[in-house]
């Protein structure tokens, strides 16, 4: 069962009307959420990005995910649907693209969504191989915040990293500047700073990222947002990636080795990540 525009359609009743924009052009954007213990985790940072995406691409939510709370129970009513998520955790997708057609100049504003479902499953195993992309830059852009937009960009950064056999690939912008990874934000932590990259690089506003800030403003930690090369990265003591699947130590990048798994400030972010996802 999923939820396409606020109705509940067999999996294999389903089908995309044609003409779609989302197909054609990429006109929108889509969330990735996990549902857990009644409610979606990192709520309010998932929605604040829906409505920039929205916003960016002036288009118009519709009432069922017009507020974190609308969203939160848009996804509550399929999630309910599925008893096999009674008492496990949920990813839960939501694609969201412009209705109409039209060539590039589109003729409205509203937006079709699609919402599914699978099983979620956490990894905070640590990245033993990480290395700089080489074949992909990123650019900033008026949406490349959100996901969905430079989809195909990633698609050829993960091409990358599994040629190099690696376990994770760290994306630069076209100035030379660390983003993120593939499908996670990236940070690292030098004396009692946890630096991560701006949105000025072309990266995604990582959820996650901003939820552990949020939650260690009583700590004696200070985060620093900039533009940082990767000669940066690598004067770290600790590297980690973040998103809804978990928090990451990086062990390698290229040929520098970290102990970021041994880390007291990281471990003090995973314990009180967890706390909060009680």
């Given at each position: 069962m999923l939820l396409y525009n606020g109705l509940l359609v067999a999996d294999s009743d389903f089908?995309?009307?044609?003409?779609?924009?989302?197909?054609?052009?990429?006109?929108?954007?889509?969330?990735?959420?996990?549902?857990?213990?009644g409610g979606v985790r990192y709520l309010p940072y998932h929605?604040?990005?829906m409505q920039r995406a929205a916003a960016a691409l002036s288009l118009t939510l519709p009432p069922e995910l017009a507020s974190a709370q609308a969203l939160a129970a848009t996804a509550g009513r399929l999630v309910h649907q599925h008893t096999e998520y009674t008492h496990a955790a949920a990813r839960v997708r939501l694609q969201l693209w412009r209705s109409?057609?039209?060539?590039?100049?589109?003729?409205?504003?509203?937006?079709?969504?699609?919402?599914?479902?699978?099983?979620?499953?956490?990894?905070?195993?640590?990245v033993l191989r990480a290395a700089f992309a080489e074949s992909v830059r990123l650019q900033a852009s008026p949406v490349s915040f959100c996901k969905g937009p430079s989809a195909?960009?990633?698609?050829?950064?993960?091409?990358?990293?599994a040629r190099q056999e690696l376990?994770?690939?760290?994306?630069?912008?076209?100035?030379?500047?660390?983003?993120?990874?593939?499908?996670?934000?990236?940070?690292?932590?030098?004396?009692?700073?946890i630096y991560y990259p701006a949105e000025a690089s072309g990266c995604v506003a990582g959820t996650r990222l901003a939820h552990l800030r949020r939650i260690t403003q009583h700590l004696n930690?200070?985060?620093?947002?900039?533009?940082?090369l990767p000669a940066d990265l690598l004067e770290a003591e600790a590297v980690f990636t973040a998103n809804i699947t978990g928090i990451r130590a990086v062990q390698?990048?290229?040929?520098?080795?970290?102990?970021?798994?041994?880390?007291?400030?990281?471990a003090q972010l995973r314990t009180l990540d967890a706390a909060a996802n009680r």
């Open positions: 089908a995309l009307p044609l003409p779609n924009r989302g197909l054609y052009f990429n006109d929108g954007f889509f969330e990735t959420l996990v549902w857990d213990a929605w604040q990005r109409g057609g039209g060539l590039y100049t589109p003729t409205s504003s509203n937006p079709d969504w699609l919402l599914t479902l699978q099983p979620f499953t956490a990894n905070d195993t640590p195909l960009t990633y698609v050829l950064a993960a091409q990358e990293r376990d994770e690939i760290i994306l630069v912008s076209g100035a030379g500047y660390v983003a993120e990874t593939v499908a996670a934000a990236i940070a690292w932590i030098r004396d009692t700073t930690l200070s985060w620093r947002e900039g533009l940082f390698q990048v290229g040929q520098v080795l970290f102990h970021s798994e041994q880390h007291p400030i990281l």
